[in-house]
């Protein structure tokens, strides 16, 4: 059973434009969602990350936009560059009163490439 | 500052053997996250420990263990490998379970 669903799969935009990436989830439990990002044979960094209390959050060129009751969030990347050609993940977690936390559920990626 | 650091960077075994994967996490961080990621695929969590106790699981057999020390390194123990086994493995740290995680390079296990 995926949790969360990304869309799309793969997403070729032209330099300055703008990707968005998009992601649902199931469970309203959730209350940590961040964003990945991957080159090949490297492990995934932290880009953004958002908690259900914004519905909106800004990182340089990096946006997320959240929309708790439908569930749903979203990447964009502003004046993209072919830099940023990579893979993105997003993951959400659920938290635990006693100060643990379950582990990320990722999404299956976008492979995004920015075309010069 | 010195990133999460995982070894070795490269593994090759063959079916049925066992193997040992090693994390060391920022310096600062009391957590250490596991994941497993197929190739194609996001990563799939494995293991969490704080303060050397495990604090999740995921949906893993027990062929698959771990341990955190006292220095908050950790270990992930891999036994009876199957050829499903390979993947790149994630190590992932953090100050607490419920802060960012941080991931390290990881380490590419192919079972043969």
């Known amino acids: 059973q995926q949790q969360v669903k990304q869309s799309p799969q793969s997403l070729i935009v032209q330099k300055g434009g703008i990707p968005i990436i998009n992601c649902a989830y199931e469970n309203t439990a959730f209350d940590y969602f961040p964003w990945y990002q991957q080159f090949p044979g490297k492990g995934p960094a932290l880009l953004i990350a958002?908690?259900?209390?914004?519905s909106e959050k800004k990182e340089g060129r990096f946006t997320i936009s959240f929309n708790k009751s439908a569930k749903q969030f979203s990447l964009h990347i502003m004046d993209s560059q072919p830099g940023d050609s990579a893979t993105y993940f997003c993951?959400?977690?659920?938290?635990?009163?006693?100060?643990?936390?379950?582990?990320?559920?990722f999404g299956k990626g976008t492979h995004l490439i920015i075309q010069p | 500052d010195a990133g999460v650091t995982q070894s070795p960077t490269h593994l090759i075994k063959t079916r049925g053997q066992q193997v040992t994967l090693r994390c060391s996490p920022i310096s600062g961080h009391k957590s250490v996250s596991w994941y497993q990621q197929v190739l194609g695929q996001g990563p799939q969590f494995i293991f969490q420990?704080?303060?050397?106790?495990?604090?999740g699981r995921g949906n893993f057999p027990d062929r698959f263990s771990a341990r955190q020390f006292p220095n908050y390194s950790s270990e992930l123990n891999v036994n009876a490998l199957l050829l499903g086994d390979s993947a790149l493995y994630l190590c992932?740290?953090?100050?607490?379970?419920?802060?960012?995680?941080?991931f390290g390079p990881g380490t590419r296990l192919t079972v043969l």
């Open positions: 993951a959400a977690r659920q938290s635990h009163s006693g100060g643990g936390a379950d582990g990320l559920t």
């Open positions: 992932a740290s953090s100050f607490s379970g419920a802060n960012e995680q941080f």
């Open positions: 420990y704080y303060e050397k106790e495990e604090r």
């Open positions: 958002i908690r259900p209390d914004v």
